[in-house]
């Protein structure tokens, strides 16, 4: 897949995780340019196209959404979402944060930092679905406009 | 006694002069003032002025009169000129106030007062000396006065020591245990003056003793009492000069007493808090309550080694005949703040761990259920009817799992959340709370039976919490029933409200009822009647942080009431 055609970035360190919410997506045909990473510090070099995406990404092609896990090891969920939120070129970019509780706590915390939505794992296409809805961009990404 | 009626007498002769004085002055003025009012407009002013200018002069007057009198009066104190006023001299100059005076005397009880000779030899007695001594004045006068003294105080030479004191500074004074005539003690404070014959050589002394065994008495409880309490503690006077401190004042600090009475309060006190301490000492010299001192700051200590430690210190005053003192209790709590710091750092742990039980235990549930969906979902047409019963045990045993990890979580919130009191309508809070259970599981056909619900005060989502748990417990058990009926209401009783949830459902055994409130217990079976066994411990918890109380009454098959209470 060409890392600058990527639409969805899914973070998330745990695989059985990353697995169950790529086939829900691509059950609904989601997940042609989706792109997952294990973790923070690699969703942060593809995002700024550095580390080893420095050669193969242009970061002005952003994902069109960002799927990011909380608790992740070395660099977590809230601070890659703290980074991206503030950082005037990654600002605008939609994140949703994946939690394993909606009583977590870190969810105010992500809010409070920016973040768009949330959806509790395991991810179905219902809750992605109200996810995107509740951005505001559903039609954006549905309907599969060009950049 | 000779030089008080002296100082009565110049002091009545300083008065009549003033009050002379007075009169002819407040004359002169009311004849002004008649003067001055029938001479029309002539300002009202200037009378007062002149009254004021006149009043002013008779201030001035009595007070100058009456320091030359007292000015007089100091000149007749010993040992120079009060020679001439020796017992002689004063009989010599006014027989009848002698003989008044001597009577007077020996008619005082309360003192023993007595007249010595030069070497000690008791002269008189009065009834005072009897009633404290136990001696008739006929057995007791031609004797030295050391038979009072203790025979240790003898063999040490007290009395000759006491003696010898008075005759070198013209006065003595000294406080201790003294005999009776039956050999009993009693405390005694004497005063022992020196008497000079005309050439100021010392003829006698006046002996004045005073029975003190009952102040005594409650001086060493007062000292007992302070020993015996638990905190180290000093009395300090309205100076801050430290006046007592008993031995857990020594142990704590390290000072002996003798080190610190007499010293300002300020030695216990961190030397850059001093001067902000005297400041402070004196307001509250000022508004004298008892109250903690220093309350929500933390307040250190300074041991006599220089080291510091945490204390906690409450002030009382005590009004005495010498004055305002402050009694100043410092309890060391460094233990209490290691078990402080201690505790934080285990409840930070509890956090982290609660924190990780929530992400790091759900995540492999989250595994088992997604990927047996997928089974179900994408693998159907190979599964048959027996692959398919055992793929939905598996998801009902992870969901399970799940509620478990849930309220458990839910329940050691329930102890870290603070409490927030507001009032609120219980009635409101109970019709809600019914109407969300039944909406939710679409209940029908239960009687409800509301009876008088009383307002109350307490953290509204907490206490929600209770009422949804103690609700929704009845329709769950009462819920096979063929009529359901589930009775709440409320009485106050004694400063407390008192709340209750009852059914008609299964009831309980009674024999367990203790096993109820406590967490993941449960009474029945799980293929009965879902639950995890953590409602009523939450119940439980939230109540206790009210300061409230609950308990269960049941029975088997007839029903179970669940009660708690609030304080009001």
């Known amino acids: ?147 | 006694m000779k030089f008080a009626i002296n100082k009565l007498l110049y002091a009545l002769i300083a008065f009549a002069a003033v009050a002379a004085v007075l009169v002819m002055f407040i004359l002169r003025e009311l004849s002004n003032a008649k003067i001055l009012t029938s001479g029309t407009i002539i300002s009202s002013n200037k009378r007062i002025e002149i009254s004021g200018i006149s009043v002013l002069t008779i201030l001035f007057f009595m007070i100058a009169t009456s320091v030359f009198a007292l000015s007089k009066i100091d000149r007749f104190r010993p040992p120079i000129i009060g020679s001439q006023m020796d017992n002689q001299a004063l009989s010599d100059q006014d027989p009848v106030n002698t003989n008044e005076y001597h009577r007077m005397i020996a008619e005082i009880e309360d003192y023993a007062i007595i007249l010595l000779d030069e070497s000690g030899i008791i002269k008189n007695w009065n009834k005072g000396a009897l009633k404290i001594k136990g001696y008739e004045a006929k057995e007791i006068i031609g004797k030295n006065f050391s038979v009072f003294y203790t025979s240790q105080d003898r063999q040490n030479g007290i009395p000759e020591k006491i003696l010898s004191e008075a005759r070198q500074k013209g006065k003595a004074v000294c406080e201790g245990l003294r005999i009776r005539k039956d050999g009993s003690a009693f405390w005694g404070s004497i005063v022992i003056t020196a008497l000079y014959d005309a050439n100021g050589v010392i003829n006698g002394f006046t002996k004045v003793t005073r029975d003190i065994t009952e102040k005594r008495k409650v001086e060493e409880k007062f000292y007992a009492l302070l020993d015996s309490a638990p905190d180290a503690t000093v009395i300090v006077n309205e100076e801050g000069v430290i006046q007592m401190a008993n031995t857990q004042t020594e142990k704590l600090f390290g000072y002996s007493r003798h080190e610190i009475i007499g010293k300002p309060v300020e030695v216990f006190i961190p030397i850059e808090l001093r001067s902000r301490h005297i400041h402070h000492r004196a307001d509250f010299a000022r508004s004298s309550k008892v109250r903690a001192m220093g309350v929500g700051i933390e307040l250190n200590a300074v041991k006599k080694d220089g080291s510091m430690f945490p204390v906690e210190i409450s002030l009382s005053p005590i009004q005495t005949e010498e004055g305002m003192l402050i009694s100043a209790a410092i309890r060391d709590i460094t233990h209490r703040k290691e078990l402080e710091t201690e505790l934080k750092k285990i409840n930070t742990e509890l956090e982290a761990f609660t924190y990780s039980v929530s992400h790091d235990l759900r995540a492999p549930l989250r595994g088992i259920i997604g990927f047996t969906n997928v089974l179900e979902e994408e693998y159907s047409s190979k599964l048959d009817n027996e692959a398919k019963r055992i793929t939905s045990i598996i998801k009902a045993n992870t969901i399970r799992m799940g509620r478990l990890i849930d309220d458990l979580l839910n329940f050691s919130r329930t102890g870290k959340q603070e409490i927030v009191k507001a009032d609120f309508s219980t009635k409101a809070m109970v019709h809600e709370v019914i109407n969300e259970i039944t909406g939710q599981y679409e209940i029908e056909g239960i009687e409800w039976d509301i009876r008088e619900l009383l307002p109350a005060r307490g953290d509204i989502s907490t206490i929600r919490q209770v009422w949804v748990n103690l609700i929704s417990n009845a329709v769950k058990y009462s819920r096979n029933k063929p009529r359901p009926v589930i009775e709440i209401g409320s009485w106050l009783d004694n400063g407390f409200a008192v709340f209750y949830v009852k059914d008609n459902g299964v009831g309980f055994d009674e024999q367990y009822k203790d096993k109820l409130f406590r967490v993941f217990q449960r009474l029945h079976d799980a293929d009965e009647f879902e639950g995890t066994g953590v409602g009523l411990a939450v119940v439980e918890k939230i109540i206790s942080r009210h300061k409230g109380k609950v308990w269960a009454e049941g029975k088997m098959n007839e029903g179970a009431g669940f009660y708690f209470t609030i304080p009001v």
């Not at chain 1, 990011?68 to 939609?94: A, C």
């Not at chain 1, 179905?124 to 950049?147: C, D, H, K, M, S």
């Open chain 1, 1 to 147: 897949m060409d890392p600058n055609s990527v639409e969805i970035l899914l973070v998330e360190d745990n695989p059985a995780d990353a697995e169950l919410a790529i086939r829900e997506l691509k059950k609904h045909n989601m997940a042609n340019n989706l792109f997952h990473v294990r973790n923070g510090e690699e969703a942060l070099d593809f995002i700024f196209a550095t580390g080893k995406y420095a050669d193969t990404r242009n970061m002005l092609y952003t994902p069109k959404v960002i799927l990011l896990d909380i608790q992740m090891p070395k660099v977590n969920g809230i601070e890659v979402l703290s980074t991206l939120k503030s950082d005037s070129r990654t600002r605008q970019t939609p994140v949703v944060i994946l939690t394993s509780s909606k009583e977590n706590p870190d969810i105010q915390k992500c809010y409070e930092l920016g973040a768009n939505s949330y959806i509790v794992k395991p991810v179905n296409f219902e809750g992605f679905a109200e996810a995107i809805r509740n951005l505001g961009f559903y039609w954006l990404l549905l309907n599969q406009t060009p950049v």
